[in-house]
């Protein structure tokens, strides 16, 4: 995409969560559940077994929390037309090189990246189409000037 260069391809494994991070997830999704379930069952039947839905809640993230976690893995390919997402072989995401609305950094440390749409700040954000380029790419911050020189101007 960007330049006269001839097209990269860089492999992207993300870092795993910290063990902090994959507690307070499994805190909340055990949590959500709990109540969610817990609510259908006082609608549906009248009453509430709130400790037994506790105790569901229980289980249900300490299996959260010690279940493997995969960290997703995909290839990045930056050619002179588009950037692409492909992963298990399959091209998942393209951004063309005309058509760059949003240019944005998003995270912090070992999770800061840039992030490259076709689509504004509102449907990007909320997950529609953006490709998430890591700070720690090679050549990071020559795509991040280049994208940020060929955002086209809202429409």
């Not at 299996?63 to 399959?90: K, M, Q, W």
């Not at 840039?114 to 790419?137: D, H």
Request: include cysteine; proline fraction near 6%.
């Amino acid at each position: 995409m960007l330049g006269e260069t001839p097209m990269m391809s860089y492999q992207v494994s993300s870092p795993l969560r910290p063990m902090r991070g994959r507690f307070l997830g499994a805190l909340v999704s055990a949590a959500v559940w709990a109540l969610l379930c817990s609510t259908i069952q006082r609608l549906t039947r009248g009453s509430w077994d709130l400790f037994a839905w506790a105790i569901g809640g229980f289980v249900f993230s300490v299996v959260t929390l010690f279940s493997p976690h995969n960290a997703p893995s995909y290839v990045l390919e930056v050619d002179e037309d588009e950037i692409r997402l492909v992963s298990d072989g399959r091209v998942r995401r393209t951004v063309r090189k005309n058509h760059i609305r949003y240019v944005h950094e998003r995270g912090s440390g070992t999770r800061r990246r840039l992030v490259v749409s076709e689509r504004t700040a509102p449907f990007t954000r909320w997950g529609w189409g953006g490709i998430a380029i890591p700070t720690n790419l090679s050549d990071y911050e020559r795509i991040k000037t280049e994208a940020l020189k060929l955002l086209s101007p809202p429409a």
